[in-house]
């Protein structure tokens, strides 16, 4: 049996006329650059999630950095965000010449842990990004308390977390993106709610913010031709917003069945004592979109799995602070000794909607084996 880590094709296939309908409909349209399609997603996704506006960019990296720049998360002025996570929460800071400062994780959840947060905190310091990593969001409610107590904005890498739900001390669950001053998705292929192609969407319920963002996609242009800003072309693809609307429609049933593959995984995998499966902290409603585990002889499990046709990623193999991009901003091997650990662990197994239960049972079946 072979098992890709992922696969557009099933889904396509399952509704291959819905998919056909919609791509065609821009094609006869000839409107490619923010079409209806993509105004009437932007409204789907302000539905969905509770956020006041909503702004369709061309990718999620794109979100980050045109968020950070209104935001001023730039020119010196310092961010608090993790090692441990893709390059784009870090890069779009040192984009405009901002620094990133890093802290470390919390080894059960892989997000920013928040005991560390105030102890990097200055006079330099503007902002926090937290990354709602795989299946779960950041504590949002001790961020936000203390971006309140210190005057700081908040940028919610919420690329992962699309259907993620914080309930915590507000007493009703908010989607991840729609807490802080700005939130960012990303429409990756392989995302939870993910294109034919790239795209991203920041939301925000802060009218200026979103008039901002509004602008910054289109060149900074407040009308055509007439610019009140140097901004960005990033503009979320009409063809994309006419297939992430098609697949939109069925989201609720897709993060079921992700959960239901998860919890196939969970109990499969709990009698392995050489695996460390996910938890849950506090109080919010997750969603799979990866499905890691901590692995001992990880790498050697990862050959194990390619042997036998199964596919893995491993999300990520070098913590930022090592990367070379960020040698200057001078941390050392030790710094942040959690993130190193869980990065030489870490591997994700296949997780998507239309993956079958025997392909799960037969992925099991391949770790157990590795560990006899």
């Not at 939301?203 to 009308?223: I, M, P």
């Not at 069945?257 to 919010?284: F, H, M, N, V, W």
């Not at 893995?312 to 040698?327: E, G, K, M």
Request: glycine share 6%; with cysteine; proline share 3%.
């Amino acid at each position: 049996m072979k098992v890709s880590f992922y696969t557009s094709q099933r889904e396509y296939l399952a509704k291959k006329d819905e998919f056909d309908r919609a791509v065609q409909s821009v094609i006869e349209k000839g409107n490619f650059i923010l079409g209806e399609q993509v105004a009437q997603f932007e409204r789907e996704i302000e539905q969905y999630t509770g956020a006041r506006y909503a702004i369709g960019v061309a990718s999620g990296t794109d979100a980050l950095t045109i968020a950070s720049d209104i935001l001023g998360f730039k020119d010196g002025k310092e961010v608090i965000t993790s090692p441990f996570t893709f390059l784009a929460s870090a890069s779009c800071i040192t984009k405009h010449k901002g620094r990133p400062v890093f802290v470390d994780i919390d080894e059960e959840t892989f997000a920013l842990d928040v005991n560390k947060i105030e102890e990097k905190i200055n006079p330099q310091t503007v902002g926090i990004l937290p990354i709602h990593l795989f299946d779960q969001m950041a504590d949002m409610d001790r961020i936000m308390d203390i971006a309140q107590n210190h005057q700081l904005r908040v940028l919610e890498d919420a690329a992962e977390a699309f259907g993620m739900r914080w309930k915590g001390k507000s007493g009703q669950y908010r989607h991840a993106g729609t807490i802080a001053d700005f939130g960012v998705f990303s429409f990756f292929p392989t995302k939870t709610l993910g294109g034919y192609g790239d795209g991203g969407m920041i939301v925000t319920n802060d009218e200026e913010l979103g008039r901002k963002a509004k602008f910054y996609r289109v060149h900074g242009a407040s009308k055509k031709y007439h610019y009140d800003y140097i901004g960005y072309n990033s503009r979320l693809d009409t063809l994309q917003a006419a297939i992430l609307s098609v697949k939109l429609k069925y989201i609720d049933d897709a993060i079921s069945k992700r959960e239901k593959i998860a919890k196939q995984y969970i109990e499969s995998l709990s009698d392995c004592e050489a695996i460390t499966l996910p938890k849950i902290k506090g109080d919010q409603k997750q969603v799979y979109y990866v499905f890691n585990i901590l692995a001992k002889n990880r790498d050697q499990l990862a050959e194990h799995l390619a042997k036998h046709e199964i596919g893995y990623s491993i999300y990520y193999p070098r913590p930022l602070h090592l990367q070379p991009c960020f040698s200057y901003l001078g941390y050392a091997k030790g710094d942040f000794p959690v993130a190193e650990r869980v990065s030489e662990n870490i591997i994700a197994l296949p997780i998507y909607p239309e993956i079958t239960k025997d392909e799960v049972e037969f992925i099991c079946k391949t770790i157990k084996s590795f560990y006899k």
